[in-house]
Structures are given as structure tokens and as C-alpha cells.
């Protein structure tokens, strides 16, 4: 007896944001890999996040693991565009005293 061996394709999708996620969930590669960094099992990450399959976060993982130079460089490019947004948004508004002046707006 045999067994056929079919390669299956990995639960990545890159939607039109530019932004890897498992499958058709919402969680995004960035999360699984953060996760798989910290230490977590893929137990622990599907465990965490419902909506993933295990199987899938093996795949991920596995993913990560063959293709970690990629990857990282995928994830340092979404890392640095994240802080130009931080700064694009704090430059459009000043974040100092913000709580003080959304505590004098609740308390009118």
C-alpha cells in the first residue's frame, strides 16, 4: 500500500492592504510569528486566537521556519511602516494632556 503524498498550499493570503493573513481569518501572520517568538505553541496560538485552525498554525509556523529570512524582512518592513504612522498620527495631534482634556470634556 501507498500513500499519496499531496503538497498543500500554506493558509497565507496577502489581501489589497498588503497584509499576510492566515486563511480567511483576520489574524495576521505578524501575530503568529510574534507568538511562535515568545514562545507559544501552536496549541496556545489556536488556543488564543478561536478562529485559527491548528493545523493551519502548524503550516504557518512551518512556514516561518523555511522562509525566516523572508519573513523577518516582511515583518521589519510592516514594523517600520507601523511607526511612520505612530508619527504621522501623534504629528497630527499632540497626545500630551490628552486624558486631562478628554476627563474636562466628560465632566461638562
Do not use: C, W
Not at 496577502?14 to 480567511?24: E, L, N, P
Amino acid at each position: 500500500m501507498s500513500l499519496a503524498v499531496d503538497p498543500e498550499p500554506v493558509p497565507l493570503v496577502t489581501g489589497a492592504d498588503g497584509v499576510v493573513r492566515v486563511g480567511t481569518t483576520r489574524v495576521t501572520l505578524d501575530t503568529v510569528v510574534a507568538a511562535f517568538r515568545e514562545g507559544a505553541t501552536a496549541e496556545e496560538i489556536a488556543q488564543q486566537y478561536p478562529t485559527l485552525r491548528l493545523a493551519d498554525v502548524y503550516s504557518v509556523i512551518a512556514y516561518y521556519l523555511r522562509h525566516r529570512t523572508t519573513v523577518d524582512t516582511y515583518l521589519a518592513e510592516r514594523s517600520r511602516l507601523g511607526k511612520e504612522a505612530r508619527q504621522e498620527n501623534e504629528g497630527r495631534s499632540d497626545p500630551t494632556g490628552i486624558r486631562d482634556r478628554l476627563l474636562a470634556r466628560r465632566s461638562e
